[in-house]
C-alpha cells in the first residue's frame, strides 16, 4: 500500500513568510509525529497526535510552529514569520496506534529560508 | 535526559568487508532501540527494532545489532558489506513515553570497490 507522503518535496521561501508543509500518513494509522532534521544531525522530535488531538507538542521550538490533524488523517505543519534558522528537513512519520508501535516515515520537505 | 551518541560521521569500508557501526545510549536503559537507514532522496526505513526480547536483534538486509547493558551499546553490523549498503545509517531510543525517538547524529556508510 501507499506509504506516508509528504508535500512539497522542497520548499524555498523569504524571510517573514508563511509556509505551509502536508503529511498524508498511511491509511488507518492513528498516530503521526513530525520531526524536524537540520543539516549533519539526527532528526528532534517536533510534536506527537493521536487522532486529532496533539498529545505532546513538547518539541514545537516556539510559537511560531504549529500543527493541525483535523480529521485525523492528513497534518500540516505551519510556521509563521520564518527566520533562516528554520531551514530543514521536516519529516512525517505515522504509526499504527502510536506508543512503541513502529513509526514509517515520509521522505521530507526541505524548506529552504532566505 | 537520555541521548545517543554514534561514533564516526563516516565509516568507510570495502565490498565484502565486515560493516560496524556504533551506537551508544546514555546510561538509563531506553524501552526500545533503533536502527533506521536513509538513502539518498528516500524516507528514513526502519532496519531493525530491540524490544528486550532478544538481546541479538536481526533486522532487514542482512544487518544485525547486539543490545549490550554493560556497554551501553547498540552497535549495527552486517559481515560482508554490498554497494547497496551506500547511505546513512541512523540509531534511535525511545523515551519513557515510548513514541518519542532520540536520534543519534547519523552515520553515513561508504563503501568502496
Known amino acids: 500500500g501507499a506509504g506516508v507522503s509528504q508535500t512539497p518535496s522542497n520548499k524555498v521561501t523569504e524571510k517573514g513568510k508563511y509556509v505551509e508543509l502536508r503529511c498524508d500518513p498511511i491509511s488507518g494509522h492513528t498516530a503521526l509525529y513530525w520531526y524536524r532534521q537540520s543539516l549533519g544531525q539526527g532528526p528532534e522530535f517536533l510534536i506527537y497526535f493521536q487522532g486529532t488531538g496533539a498529545a505532546d507538542d513538547s518539541g514545537l521550538p516556539n510559537d511560531r510552529f504549529f500543527a493541525v490533524r483535523p480529521e485525523g488523517s492528513v497534518s500540516t505543519l505551519k510556521i509563521q514569520r520564518t527566520e533562516r534558522g528554520d531551514s530543514a528537513v521536516y519529516l512525517c512519520a505515522s504509526s499504527s496506534q502510536g506508543g512503541s508501535d513502529t513509526q514509517y516515515f515520509g521522505p521530507g520537505t526541505r524548506l529552504t529560508v532566505l | ?113
Not at chain 2, 559481515?79 to 531510543?93: G, Q, R, T
Open chain 2, 1 to 113: 535526559a537520555q541521548s545517543v551518541t554514534q561514533l564516526g560521521s563516516h565509516v568507510s569500508v570495502s565490498e565484502g568487508a565486515l560493516v560496524l557501526l556504533r551506537c551508544n545510549y546514555s546510561s538509563s536503559v531506553p524501552p526500545y532501540l533503533f536502527w533506521y537507514v536513509q538513502y539518498p532522496n528516500q524516507g528514513l526505513q526502519l532496519l531493525l527494532k530491540y524490544t528486550s526480547a532478544a538481546t541479538l536483534v536481526k533486522g532487514i538486509n542482512g544487518f544485525e545489532a547486539e543490545f549490550k547493558k554493560s556497554e551501553t551499546s547498540f552497535h549495527l553490523t552486517k559481515p560482508s558489506a554490498h554497494m547497496s549498503d551506500a547511505a546513512e545509517y541512523f540509531c534511535a531510543v525511545t523515551k519513557d513515553s515510548n513514541y518519542q525517538l532520540i536520534w543519534g547524529a547519523g552515520t553515513k556508510l561508504i563503501i568502496k570497490p
